[in-house]
């Protein structure tokens, strides 16, 4: 298996719920991390774990909360969004290590109302 | 972080070399020059990386030049499932969780 899948492809949400992202791989990778992505923009980096621990957030706001229950899961809960944070969220996986590659999933398209 | 500057966009016939440039001219020792591209609606995709060498594997080259300040990547024979944004990203060796994409160049192939 060398992919990452990410659940749900498409998320529609209005400001007052609370839903989370879910993005898993089983490749035995120790790294994993949140993007997002505007339309016509690059990702932006979010969140990594590395070995299941919380290792960089990029000052994002406490509605978005990343969460790593074991090594092959990601999720990001998200509560309270305005309809700014709409975006593609991209999960990525990697090796730990200095120069490996990053695999990414297909991404969940969020809207929220 | 260094930055890297790519123009926004190029175009390549079908068939024929296509060669994306990148300027990192504040590139450090440690850090390496990593090409990622995405295909409309996809996640990113890993083409290749080199630190000073040039390097190829079968997707493409990359040409880095010897003070390091740019490089190019080059799809030898470009077809129109090429067609993607192309990123060209500076990797720190003792930060190498921390990956900030470019804003990167739309490659389009023409038939």
């Known amino acids: 298996d060398t992919e990452v899948t990410q659940t749900p492809k498409h998320l529609v949400m209005g400001m007052t719920n609370k839903k989370s992202l879910k993005c898993e791989q089983h490749?035995?990778?120790?790294?994993m991390y949140w993007y997002k992505q505007k339309a016509k923009k690059p990702p932006e980096l979010m969140f990594v774990?590395?070995?299941?621990?919380?290792?960089i957030n990029e000052s994002v706001p406490s509605r978005f909360s990343p969460e790593c229950p074991n090594s092959s899961l990601l999720n990001l809960h998200l509560h309270a969004l305005q309809p700014e944070d709409s975006a593609l969220y991209l999960c990525?996986?990697?090796?730990?290590?200095?120069?490996?590659?990053?695999?990414f999933g297909p991404g969940t398209r969020l809207t929220v109302l | 972080d260094a930055k890297t500057t790519q123009p926004p966009s190029m175009d390549c016939a079908e068939g024929r070399a296509a060669n994306l440039p990148c300027n990192h001219s504040?590139?450090?020792?440690?850090?390496?020059v990593y090409w990622y591209r995405q295909i409309h609606s996809q996640g990113p995709q890993y083409i290749i990386h080199?630190?000073?060498n040039n390097e190829t594997n079968e997707m493409a080259s990359l040409i880095i030049t010897e003070d390091r300040k740019s490089s190019t990547l080059i799809l030898p024979h470009a077809t129109l499932r090429d067609t993607a944004v192309y990123y060209c990203?500076?990797?720190?060796?003792?930060?190498?969780?921390?990956?900030?994409f470019g804003s990167g160049t739309k490659l389009n192939v023409k038939p």
């Open positions: 990525a996986s990697s090796p730990s290590g200095s120069y490996n590659e990053q695999f």
């Open positions: 490749m035995g990778h120790r790294a």
């Open positions: 774990y590395s070995y299941e621990k919380l290792s």
């Open positions: 504040t590139i450090s020792g440690n850090e390496y």
């Open positions: 990203i500076v990797r720190d060796l003792y930060n190498f969780n921390k990956f900030y």
């Open positions: 080199g630190l000073k």
